[in-house]
T-cell receptor
Framework: GAVVSQHPSWVICKSGTSVKIECRSL??????MFWYRQFPKQSLMLMAT?????????EQGVEKDKFLINHASLTLSTLTVTSAHPEDSSFYIC????????????FGAGTRLSVL | AQTVTQSQPEMSVQEAETVTLSCTYD???????LFWYKQPPSRQMILVIR??????QNATENRFSVNFQKAAKSFSLKISDSQLGDAAMYFC????????????FGTGTRLKVLA
């Protein structure tokens, strides 16, 4: 199956700093990537959808300036949490969809963000 | 708007037995996709099985099968010969066939497998 790599797997940062999370499709071209947030014992909440070469589409209630998404190539999307605060601590998961006809999302292993 | 409901927060099954996880959804679309994903303690989301709405035949993947009832908008997952490695959170997901590619996830069912 298709492989999606997410890095880092765990990051601890101080309040007020920015953190970048990378999501790479290793063996396929991902025209569309998705970013989710998951709170403990809860489901995945879609934050935004990013298409290569265009601006991300954010879900209602997600702050665009807080969560910056860049999808500069067909294999890489990044999520930057700017001026992180303790309430941003969570588990962030990316997924990627292969090509125009693909209907399956392949998921990264997730990133645990802890903001002190 | 589409919604996905998993009414069983937690289920238990004895090893080697069979268990069925329930999922219902609401949509006005006629063409769509349905998925079951597994999230083990590692939190890596793993695709278990998928179903295209236009197919009447229920999907099967080894020990995993679905009961897709389109009119009832029901999509249950049956796990046969349960193994300890099946213990995980299971999420049901819906996706429209066209337009947005985003998934709508249910709230999940935690499956415990008893030795």
């Amino acid at each position: 199956g298709a492989v999606v790599s997410q890095h880092p797997s765990w990051v601890i940062c101080k309040s007020g700093t920015s953190v970048k999370i990378e999501c790479r499709s290793l063996d396929f071209q991902a025209t569309t990537m998705f970013w989710y947030r998951q709170f403990p014992k809860q489901s995945l909440m879609l934050m935004a959808t990013s298409n290569e070469g265009s601006k991300a589409t954010y879900e209602q209630g997600v702050e665009k300036d807080k969560f910056l998404i860049n999808h500069a190539s067909l294999t890489l999307s990044t999520l930057t949490v700017t001026s992180a605060h303790p309430e941003d601590s969570s588990f962030y998961i990316c997924s990627a969809k292969a090509g125009l006809g693909g209907n399956i999302q392949y998921f990264g292993a997730g990133t645990r963000l802890s903001v002190l | 708007a589409q919604t996905v409901t998993q009414s069983q927060p937690e289920m238990s099954v004895q090893e080697a037995e069979t268990v069925t996880l329930s999922c219902t959804y609401d949509t006005s679309e006629s063409d769509y996709y349905l998925f079951w994903y597994k999230q083990p303690p590692s939190r890596q989301m793993i695709l278990v099985i998928r179903q295209e709405a236009y197919k009447q035949q229920n999907a099967t993947e080894n020990r995993f099968s679905v009961n897709f009832q389109k009119a009832a908008k029901s999509f249950s997952l049956k796990i046969s010969d349960s193994q300890l490695g099946d213990a995980a959170m299971y999420f049901c997901a819906y996706r429209r066939q066209s337009g947005t590619y985003k998934y709508i996830f249910g709230t999940g069912t935690r499956l415990k497998v008893l030795a």
